[in-house]
C-alpha cells in the first residue's frame, strides 16, 4: 500500500526564500493527479491546497489568484507548459525561488 505524501526537498536559502527546481515543482504538482489522468485541474489544484494547509508555501495561495493566473487558455487545468507559468507565480509570491536545470 503506498501512501500519498507531501514531500519535497527544498532547500532554505539565506534570505529566507525556498530553492526549488522546475522537475520538483512538476513532481510537486504530479501529487495532486487525483484522478490520473495526467492533468491537474484547477479544481484538483484548489482541492489539493485546501488539503494541505499545514503545508506553509501554498497556505499563502488564497483563492484562485494564482491558479487563474497559471491557466493561460482557461480550459481549467494546468497543462504541462502552464506550468512554468505557476512556477513564475510561486516565484513572485510565495517567495519560492525555483532554478532550472
Ligand atoms: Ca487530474
Ligand atoms: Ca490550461
Redesign the pocket.
Known amino acids: 500500500m503506498t501512501h500519498k505524501r507531501h514531500v519535497i526537498r527544498t532547500k532554505d536559502l539565506a534570505d529566507g526564500k525556498t530553492e526549488m527546481t522546475i522537475k520538483q515543482f512538476e513532481e510537486f504538482l504530479k501529487q495532486f ?9 484547477v479544481d ?1 489544484l484548489r482541492q489539493a491546497i485546501r488539503r494541505s494547509g499545514c503545508w506553509a508555501i501554498f497556505a499563502y495561495w488564497k483563492g484562485n489568484r494564482g491558479m487563474k493566473s497559471a491557466d493561460i487558455n482557461g480550459d481549467g487545468f494546468i497543462d504541462k507548459d502552464e506550468i512554468p507559468k505557476l512556477a513564475e507565480f510561486a516565484e513572485k509570491e510565495l517567495n519560492i525561488k525555483i532554478v532550472a536545470y
Open positions: 493527479d487525483e484522478n490520473k489522468d495526467d492533468r491537474i485541474s484538483e
